[in-house]
């Protein structure tokens, strides 16, 4: 391979990605675009607020619990090196709120509702659903995607803020039965640290996930391919997507919130 | 695009002229011309990935096709209101493509349910029963899920879905495929009757000779991206196109390659 072979191969790669990213970017816009105008798709918004919010709580509840609990043994174990283990309650609750809350929550969320939606939309297209939907003079933007990608936006900051409370409950629960810990210093101490932008920043992250994992489980299922493997293929796509968008915009997020 | 003019006929319902469409290298339409007049039916055949169903997604504008021109009713497909232009069609898909979520009344009546041709819910229920009782299904069917029923139910379920909010103009793609042949006897009654009764113009793709007999009055065989031979179902055994003479009696010598 010559030196400008490669080039032109990594010329082509790079023009690839800006050109998903602007899809994606554009497939965003169009879906809240969708959201804003008529008509309005209130059956399909609740299912899909069934559907994000509620059927999501018992993965996040477990998640969020075995994490903080985790969490607390963590940072007492840690702590005992330098004799500040009683620092378990103020970390627990950063750490559960600003970080691991939002994003183990998120990325449940890609791992439960991006598949499940990239795998029924494309499901959808290669049996024609999504063809009958035009036909039949419906939108499959407004009837499918809008109503999906609104309810995780509603949906998951609440799904993030219920994940901050039981992982703080968990490390409460390790803190308090195993580590010999004051159960109303512990409260007081989780309490008097956290502050009102730790609770804001954790629930905009959760904004932002719910989007990122809505968004993607649609735009793959309405880019899936032919046959079994186009749907696999897709929900695969949408997930991978996910949980990288995730992350990243974790990480800008949060060099946003340090900033203030 | 200018609106068709013909004097004082009226203007052919469907008409194709010279229309392209590529999918990269694979040039699937070459220049179709298709003239379907008013109030009769039109069987398109060919060979599987001849492009009979990007002839029929292609009116509907499901797919844009690269080059020609596509007039409905005298004037330029997707021209004017979409809605409105799709309002007039009604579509049976290969595989039924029923709404898996929704209950069978709720698929017929799905036109009826939203959009511009909203009814009360139960007078919705109502027309999708009596299409329902049209298509030889009992009302008990009503409230059952798609995927509860069989292929030659969902077909009828399909063919109610497509007919009732009385289209002018209908498409039907493969409407045999899959079906034992006692069933798509009935099923081809079925579509011959309504389409008389209707007084609509039809659309159908097939390869099954038993439909195009059953359905059409006319008989258009597309081969290469062109129509081959077109003209009225009476005159096809006596067509002298070597290509249609092949394709009807199913040899595999002839003028159509045949992979063996």
Known sequence: MTPLSLLARLGRSTLAALAMIGRVALFTVSAFAHMLRPPYYPRELALSLLQIGWLSLPVVALTAVFTGGALALQIYAGGARFNAEAVVPQIVAIGMVR?????????????????????EIATMKVTEQIDALVTLSTNPMQYLVAPRVLAALLTVPVLVGIGDIIGIAGGYTVSVHNLGFNSAAYLKNTVDFLEPLDLISSLVKGAFFGVIAATMGCYYGMQSGRGAQGVGSATKSSVEAAAVLILATNFILTGVFFSL | MTAMTNGNAPHPMIKMDQVHKAFGDN???????????????????GGSGTGKSVALKSVLGLITPDSGEIYVDGK??????????????????????????????????FRLMRGALKRPAQEAREIAIEKLRRVGLKPDVADRLPA????????????????AAEPEIIFFDEPTTGLDPIMSGVINDLIREIVVEMGATAMTITHDMSSVRAIADNVAMLHDGVIQWTGPVAEMDQSGDPYLDQFINGRAEGPIEAVR
């Open chain 2, 76 to 109: 330029p497909a997707g021209s004017g209101d979409r809605d409105a232009f799709l309002a007039r069609f009604g579509m049976l898909f290969q595989g039924g493509a029923l709404f898996d979520s929704l209950p069978v009344w709720q698929n017929v009546a």
């Open chain 2, 148 to 163: 509860e029923l069989s292929g030659g139910m969902q077909k009828r379920v399909g063919l109610a879905r497509a007919i």
């Open chain 1, 99 to 119: 970080e691991l809350g939002p994003v183990l929550v998120g990325l449940m969320i890609a791992a439960r509702v991006t598949s499940s939606i990239a795998a």
């Open chain 2, 27 to 45: 040039r699937v339409l070459r220049g179709m011309d298709l003239t379907i007049p008013r109030g009769s039916s039109m069987v398109i055949i």
